[in-house]
């Protein structure tokens, strides 16, 4: 009986072993032979290893293209993550603390934008602007991205600010403190690391675009749409392969760094490391 | 006390600070002015537009007015059905694949993994910020006629000529498509299981019902919830992704994205590329209400 019964659970726990095994395989071995490829000294991406090199990177270097649309997406999504926060933590708290007619409406709308495929999205953006007679540019791109990335930043602080005793603003009003103090003092300090999720999460989807990016940037290319455009025309570049093991070394940094932000920050609160994880996980959902 | 919030009186007191009607109508327009206006001009008036262009013809002579041949064209275009038919088959395979794998995934997560509960979810969230061009390219170097995986077959002797197959159709595709969007379906599902008294499964096992009962019995009715957000939130971006039909998909794995994006950019046929966007809007919307309103019912039993 016991037998059967250890068996039971222990060839399941091997079984799970090996499926987390493969489906990590899977999802990054890709990635790391593509990192790996990057530093072999041919111009075909095959086998067998020709020796190590770095001169892809410096032609990477070289290559305006790859560049000019790195450049551009980092400018990009940092004016995106700032305009969403600030966008988004106003109707954060305008949608889960206030009651005014029209919420449940508007409510609806925030969440509608992030159901709406990006396809549509950016093909909708692109016939706004020429009936606007607004040139495409980086300026559009940037606008677009704002209104799909906001959203994102009001789903991931009113999960926060639901998540956080209001009574504590109460208190805090009582004891006489100003809207403004207590905004500082008592509400900030709560949503610290829902903001710094938010934060990078915006920052993702707006480095990460590409739909929107492709159909609204008319000449000017974030890194998505070029590396697109060299892989449609070509086969397989090398200076690819080095310009995407810098971007996929910086998200990972990213990554971790926030991950470490906020196990600091909630510990420092008294929260578990589990709560910092429902944090993280809160910018998938 | 909720209903009166809604009219003149006023909410529960709360001792010193009683808003006044100015104030109450004030600090919701100082909130949420700012971001509805973003969202009227830059998404409501594009929707609108775009609804309106496909409604719309104009040919070259300069003459335009309402029509609906935009719609009719597609719906009874053959090769459109064709086009169609194909994006639902890929969409639909790597739906299910992602469950299958996404299922047990989810349920490692949150029962098993123990001290690996943490790092498993972070890399998961990781996998899905990495790049999706940057894994669209990494498989493709994979998968190609001199790929990594035909050389290494080749060099060991298993093969004599490589495998076409592996890349330029549908199967590359679905294997792009899957890894791509596989957090997205663990996510819903694993924090759905995280709510489950695991303790159900002892007493589902005492009294004798096996792992399979177990799951269809138990497990599965309290994580539906979560099954239906996964499907809301994967199976319409399947539906319309472009990047990975066009970069390797060939010819036989070309979906409607393509469609839409060729008719745009290719022929600027701007009033069939918004009529093609509009009806996919319209089944994407019908989808997600359903998988919305699914998701709604299973957790109110």
């Known amino acids: 009986m016991s037998l059967s019964r250890r068996m039971r659970r222990g060839l399941p726990s091997f079984l799970s072993t090996a499926l987390v095994a493969l489906v990590l395989v899977v999802l990054f071995g890709p990635v790391l032979l593509l990192a790996l490829f ?94 606007i007679q607004f040139a495409l540019s980086l300026q559009t791109i940037t606008l677009m991205h704002v209104v799909v990335t906001f959203p994102l930043v009001v789903a991931i602080v009113s999960a926060g600010l639901i998540r956080f005793n209001r009574s504590l603003e109460e208190a805090a009003i009582d004891m006489g403190a100003s809207q403004l103090q207590m905004m500082r003092y008592v509400v900030l300090p709560q949503i610290a690391p829902s903001l710094a999720a938010a934060a990078i999460f915006a920052f993702a989807w707006s480095f990460n675009n590409f739909e929107i990016s492709f159909f609204t940037g008319g000449f000017e290319q974030t890194f998505p749409v070029w590396v697109f455009g060299v892989l449609r025309n070509s086969s397989n570049l090398p200076i690819v392969n080095a310009a995407s093991t810098v971007i996929a070394l910086g998200q990972v940094m990213l990554v971790f760094g926030l991950w470490y932000g906020m196990k600091l920050m909630n510990r420092r609160r008294g929260g578990t490391d589990a709560d910092a994880a429902k944090m993280l996980t809160g910018g998938v959902r | 006390m909720a209903a009166s919030a809604q009219t003149a009186a006023p909410m529960p007191v709360v001792a010193g600070e009683r808003p006044g009607p100015l104030k109450r109508l004030l600090r919701p327009l100082a909130f949420m002015s700012l971001p509805t206006a973003v969202l009227t001009m830059l998404f409501l008036l594009p929707m609108g537009i775009l609804a309106y262009y496909s409604f719309q013809f104009g040919d070259l002579t ?93 060099s060991i002797g298993l093969i004599k000529v490589p495998i076409d197959a592996l890349l330029f159709n549908e199967f590359s595709v679905i294997v792009v498509l899957s890894t791509s969007y596989l957090t997205y379906t663990v996510i819903p599902i694993y924090a759905s299981m995280k709510a489950v008294d695991s303790g159900l499964f002892d007493a589902a096992r005492d009294m004798g019902a096996g792992w399979f009962t177990t799951f269809r019995r138990v497990l599965l009715p309290l994580i539906a919830p979560g099954i239906f957000i996964a499907l809301l939130l994967v199976y319409v971006p399947l539906f319309t992704d472009f990047a990975a039909p066009t970069l390797v998909g060939g ?31 319209i089944a994407a919307a019908g989808f997600s209400l359903v998988a919305y309103r699914l998701s709604r019912i299973k957790q109110g039993a």
């Open chain 1, 38 to 131: 990057s530093f072999n000294d041919s111009t075909v991406i095959s086998l067998p290893w020709e020796g190590f090199t770095t001169k892809w990177y410096s032609a990477a270097l070289d290559d305006s293209g790859a560049t000019t649309s790195i450049s551009n997406s980092v400018v990009v999504a940092t004016i995106v993550m700032v305009v969403s926060l600030v966008l988004g933590t106003l109707a954060a708290w305008g949608l889960t603390r206030l009651t005014f007619r029209g919420r449940p409406l508007l409510a609806g709308i925030h969440g509608a934008v992030l159901v709406v495929p990006w396809l549509i999205i950016g093909v909708a953006g692109l016939i706004f602007f020429s009936q």
């Open chain 2, 62 to 154: 300069g003459q335009s007015g309402f029509t609906i041949t935009n719609f009719t064209d597609i719906l009874s275009d053959p090769l459109y059905r064709d086009v169609a038919f194909t994006t639902f088959q890929i969409a639909t395979i790597a739906m299910i694949a992602q469950l299958v794998v996404g299922l047990p995934i989810a349920y490692i997560l949150a029962y098993r993994a123990g001290r690996f509960e943490l790092p498993l979810l972070l890399a998961l969230v990781l996998a899905d910020e990495l790049n999706p061009m940057v894994r669209i390219y990494a498989w493709r170097m994979l998968l190609g006629r001199e790929g990594l995986i035909n050389e290494t077959l080749m």
């Open chain 2, 251 to 281: 010819t036989s794995g070309f979906m409607l994205g393509n469609v839409v994006s060729d008719l745009v950019l290719e022929t600027g046929n701007l009033n069939a590329g918004a009529a093609m966007s509009f009806l996919m809007l």
